[in-house]
């Protein structure tokens, strides 16, 4: 096309309509291009001071080239302004604000021009597919998408979905998984993010989300809700465990989700590389749900710790490698179900536990109440395991141990309160000799106790506190050569959950005003992550 004008007006058009088809873009986003394309030929024809302005009408194709100044009360820019005094000979009813046009003369684009009208439709026509592609699939998260896979680069795979192109990032394929050009695979779209080089989709094969959706694609009662997906924990490429629930009490989730002769889950079996999967039925009740979760070992006993949000749980001897699993994978994916430490023991080993903290509780209440070996092993069958709760139970409770009367209980509880004065006293004092803070003590969940013991470690002010990362305080666990090694922190779990060390931290950063108060939410969970690299959910021991 030699010039904008004169060349055939429907040409124009014929054009824009087919550049839109063929990259799924509106028509006038072609043309605004095009318009741009021979603004930008008039400035270089006419001068780029002046404010050049061209319009293509949609239907006809014709082509207007206008000069635009604006009516102001003291001109600045002669090229762009014009005064209103001057304005008015020309269009008597103006005011301040108004726009003037004068019609200019079509222009020839000459080589250079044409090329740079070129590149100005070519790079608009890119953004705006851009932006259409990212208006698209950023709706998207959350599905599953579908494509042919057009290379790999570095183990990451790029997909082609047709109407975009989207990249699986190394960590989220299946171990042992390689794909060729060419192959057809389905992925989790779990982020799309707008950058430099345009959209930028991410897909997974690796979520617990990517097989909830496989679920719900295979499974009819899960797409219309009637059997719901509560909960999955992944080993992906290895095993997997999903706890399904049914709102129609006819239907029997699991046998849903399996389907006739297993054909339901083996679809989704074969999609994810053989990978095993338990359907669990899950059970508003915690106890129920870990003995299902643990599934095929058989459990003898369970004991729940809600403040500490961890189960110990109790199977035969014959029973222990496979509760564990091979490299604790069994009880890994258990504890991640079900949201809780799982921690494994044999009944021998339960005794023998029992036994210990017995003994302890045994020897804590002769040195604290003053009393004989006898009564303090009597106390501690009937189930007081602190000095704390001796203190302050209703002495109904201690009376009605046989052998014992109100007179003996209300005395049992003085020595007891004596005793946690005493310990308090000594703390305090403890505290201040090692120059802990005061302000220390008003953070949430500390104690004088913990105050101490962090004092002991050099953790002396709320700065220090603001300084500790979660495993600091509570400990963590990590897996090495196939072992479940558990790396001890300044506090013990009974004294302080997780989810208390968080809170504290916390706390201590605005205290500090390393972070500000409204940022506390967000900080959190970076402060939960940070706790949470090196650990791991407890497995008791490996098989």
């Given amino acids: 096309m030699s010039n904008a004008v004169s060349a055939n007006k429907l040409e124009l058009v014929r054009i824009a309509e087919a550049v839109a088809r063929e990259k799924d873009i509106d028509k006038n986003v072609v043309l605004q291009a095009m318009a741009e394309a021979i603004q930008r030929a008039a400035r270089s024809r006419y001068g780029s001071e002046l404010d050049i302005r061209a319009h293509i009408d949609p239907r006809t194709g014709d082509t207007t080239l ?36 004068d019609e200019l003369p079509p222009i020839e684009f000459g080589r250079i021009a044409a090329q740079s009208a070129k590149q100005v439709i070519v790079q608009r026509v890119r953004e705006a597919e851009r932006e259409r592609q990212y208006n698209e699939y950023k709706d998207r998260v959350g599905e599953i998408a579908s494509g042919v896979v057009k290379r790999a680069e570095y183990g990451n795979v790029v997909v082609d979905l047709n109407r975009a192109e989207a990249i699986i990032p190394r960590r989220e394929t299946l171990p042992r998984e390689h ?50 997906i509560v909960a999955v924990a992944r080993d992906p490429g290895s095993r997997a465990k999903i706890a399904v629930r049914s709102h129609d009490p006819s ?63 109790v199977v035969p001897e014959d029973q222990l490698s496979l509760a564990i699993g091979r490299r604790g994978q069994n009880v890994r994916l258990a504890s991640q179900l079900v949201g809780w430490d799982i921690d494994i023991m044999t009944e021998d080993e339960e005794a023998e536990r029992r036994q210990r903290e017995f003994q302890e509780n045994t020897e804590l209440f002769m040195k604290a109440l003053d009393v004989d070996e006898m009564l303090a092993q009597l106390l501690a069958t009937e189930g007081f395991t602190s000095v704390e709760e001796l203190a302050w139970v209703d002495a109904a409770e201690i009376a009605g141990i046989e052998g ?100 504290m931290i916390m706390a201590a950063r605005v205290q500090a005003g390393l972070i500000e108060p409204e940022a506390e939410e967000g900080s959190e969970e970076a402060a939960a992550e940070e706790g949470e690299g090196a650990a791991e959910d407890s497995t008791g021991k490996e098989a």
């Fill in 66 to 101: 206008v000069r635009v100044r604006t009516v102001v009360e003291e001109v600045e820019d002669e090229h762009r302004e014009i005064s209103l005094e001057e304005a008015r000979r020309i269009k008597p009813d103006a005011e301040i604000g108004d726009e003037l046009t």
């Fill in 179 to 228: 794909f060729q050009p060419g192959d057809r695979v389905r992925a989790y779209i779990f982020d799309v993010r707008r950058e430099q080089k345009g959209p930028q989709i991410f897909l997974s094969r690796t979520r617990p989300e990517f097989m909830a959706k496989l679920f719900a694609q295979e499974v009819p009662e899960i797409y219309d809700g009637t059997v719901e």
């Fill in 251 to 313: 239907i029997d989730p699991v046998g849903a989700c399996v389907g006739m002769r297993g054909s339901r889950v083996q679809a989704v079996v074969n999609e994810l590389g053989g990978e095993k999967i338990d359907i669990i039925q899950w059970t508003p009740d915690v106890a129920s749900f870990v003995v299902n979760a643990l599934a095929p070992a058989e459990v003898a006993k369970i004991v729940l710790d809600e403040d500490a949000n961890r189960i110990d749980v």
């Fill in 404 to 503: 014992l009367n109100e007179e003996f209980a209300e005395e049992i509880q003085n020595r007891a309160r004596e005793y946690l004065e005493r310990e308090a006293a000594a703390l305090e004092e403890e505290r201040k000799e090692l120059g802990v803070e005061d302000a220390v003590l008003e953070l949430p969940h500390m104690t004088p106790e913990i105050a101490v013991k962090l004092g002991r470690e050099g953790i002396k002010t709320v700065e220090d506190v603001a300084y500790c990362a979660v495993d600091d305080l509570v400990g963590w666990r990590e897996r090495k050569d196939g072992e479940n090694i558990f790396h001890e922190g300044y506090l013990g779990p009974k004294e302080l959950s997780r989810a208390e060390a968080e809170e």
